[in-house]
């Protein structure tokens, strides 16, 4: 099984910017479909962004459409979540995950997932 490492969390002030990185093992990295989800606290795990096999298809939640672009290099069995004009509320720990099916909104359909890094923003 695909195990995932996140990196690039840290803390910024409101309106800036991180892009989080997700180092997939194995050389099956091109056969899942990857997403990013997050949890803060008190709250429940949710979707952020996911990302299809090849990188053609993506999904956002409407909270961080416009602003966080998910995107992967298969060559380097990466996902990354580039979160521009980031806000308090985006405060959380954000996971990644890997689905072998087609993975989308629901957490559910991932298999896989990596052990969280933290992001806060300051207002």
């Known amino acids: 099984q695909v195990q995932l490492v996140e990196s690039g969390g840290g803390l910024v002030q409101a309106g800036g910017s991180l892009r989080l990185s997700c180092a997939a093992s194995g050389r099956t990295f091109h056969s899942y479909a990857m997403g990013w989800f997050r949890q803060a606290p008190g709250r429940e795990r949710e979707f952020v962004t996911s990302?299809?096999?090849?990188?053609?298809?993506?999904y956002y939640a409407d909270s961080v459409k416009g602003r966080f672009t998910i995107s992967r290099d298969n060559a380097k069995n990466t996902v990354y979540l580039q979160m521009n004009s980031l806000k308090p509320e985006d405060t959380a720990v954000y996971y990644c995950?890997?689905?072998?099916?087609?993975?989308?909104?629901?957490?559910?359909?991932?298999?896989?997932w990596g052990q969280g890094t933290q992001v806060t923003v300051s207002s």
């Open positions: 990302i299809s096999r090849s990188g053609g298809v993506t």
């Open positions: 995950a890997a689905s072998t099916s087609a993975g989308a909104r629901n957490s559910r359909n991932y298999d896989a």
